[in-house]
């Protein structure tokens, strides 16, 4: 019997260091989001205790189900506002450091999960 490794993302996220995330091939230095299929770069936003749902717009219309907000090197909560306004879309909300979010977000897309994910790699 034969096995084949099925790739169900485009997007792979192969290591995390201080200040530098591997997505693919490619060394990212900048704070990016991500889906499946798709890498932002340059994503820009406030102050995590003043995001808002304005600033994950680019990342809705990928639909997802859950968006993962990595906060650098320690979790910073977002305001109680903008986790309560993406539940009102069916939409989960989690925070945890960097390194996590970039673990889980492998994880979820392994699973066909519909996840995105917004990773701080400087502040």
Avoid: Y
Avoid at 28 to 54: G, Y
Avoid at 67 to 82: A, K
């Amino acid at each position: 019997m034969k096995f084949t490794r099925h790739q169900i993302s485009k997007v792979t996220i192969r290591h995390v260091e201080p200040g530098a995330i591997q997505v693919g091939d490619k060394l990212v230095r900048d704070n990016i989001a991500l889906t499946a299929d798709e890498i932002m770069h340059d994503w820009q936003a406030s102050v995590i205790e003043e995001l808002t749902e304005d600033d994950f717009e680019p990342l809705l219309a990928s639909e997802p189900e859950l968006i993962l907000l990595g906060t650098g090197p320690l979790s910073v909560f977002p305001p109680r506002e903008l986790v309560f306004s993406l539940a009102r879309r069916g939409i989960g909300l989690e925070t945890m450091d960097t390194a996590a979010a970039c673990r889980t977000f492998n994880i979820l897309i392994s699973e066909g999960r519909r996840v995105a994910a917004v990773l701080i790699v400087k502040q």
